[in-house]
């Protein structure tokens, strides 16, 4: 089956610095990368999605110059946090589509602590 | 406004038991409806999923049904092991994954 995976899978920064998490497609080129954020005990709540090549859609809500992706090949999608605060500790979880795939796969999660 | 709700929140059980874990909707229009289980820290890993014709699919122990009418769901686990502990989210697809909240189970021996 498809796989995907996600580095690190976590991480404790300190607040103000930069986070990059990669979500990567081992075994199949994702046309379209999901990028989630999980809070404790809640639901998974859709970021933004990206297409190869092509510039992020960001929910309404979600900051995209504090949450930087770029999906530029069709195995990688990378999320920057910038200027990390406490309240973006959260669960990380990125979702890869193929261009054939009625599936949509996950990966395993990043967890960031900000401190 | 698109919605997914489950029910109950969370579930005690003990091993070996069955339990029915219950799902209902209000999306339109409807793609395909999923049941995921989510580990402790891990992503989620998809169960089943279903389309507007299907009422029932089988996935070893797990046995999801959907009743597109009534717009509900439910996730039947048989012989409940200790390695189903965990989050089981139910997930409709529109244009996009509208998510559930989730059922946390807890199987004790």
């Known amino acids: 089956g498809a796989v995907v995976s996600q580095h690190p899978s976590w991480v404790i920064c300190k607040s103000g610095t930069s986070v990059k998490i990669e979500c990567r497609s081992l075994?199949?080129?994702?046309?379209?990368m999901f990028w989630y954020r999980q809070f404790p005990k809640q639901s998974l709540m859709l970021m933004a999605t990206?297409?190869?090549?092509?510039?992020?859609?960001?929910e309404q809500g979600v900051e995209k110059d504090k949450f930087l992706i770029n999906h530029a090949s069709l195995t990688l999608s990378t999320l920057t946090v910038t200027s990390a605060h406490p309240e973006d500790s959260s669960f990380y979880i990125c979702?890869?589509?193929?261009?054939?795939?009625?599936?949509?796969?996950f990966g395993p999660g990043t967890r960031l602590t900000v401190t | 406004k698109n919605q997914v709700e489950q029910s109950p929140q969370s579930l005690i059980i003990l091993e070996g038991k069955n339990c029915t874990l219950q799902c209902n909707y209000t999306v339109s229009p409807f793609s395909n409806l999923r049941w995921y289980k989510q580990d402790t820290g891990r992503g989620p890993v998809s169960l089943t999923i279903?389309?507007?014709?299907?009422n029932t699919k089988s996935n070893g122990r797990y046995t999801a049904t959907l009743d597109a009418d009534t717009k509900q769901s439910s996730l039947h686990i048989t012989a409940s092991q200790l390695s189903d502990s965990a989050s089981y989210i139910c997930?409709?697809?529109?244009?996009?994954?509208?998510f559930g909240t989730g059922t946390r189970l807890q199987v004790f021996p």
């Open positions: 279903m389309t507007f014709s299907e």
């Open positions: 075994d199949f080129q994702a046309t379209t």
């Open positions: 990206s297409n190869e090549g092509s510039k992020a859609t960001y």
């Open positions: 997930v409709v697809r529109t244009d996009k994954l509208i």
């Open positions: 979702s890869a589509r193929g261009l054939a795939f009625y599936e949509q796969y």
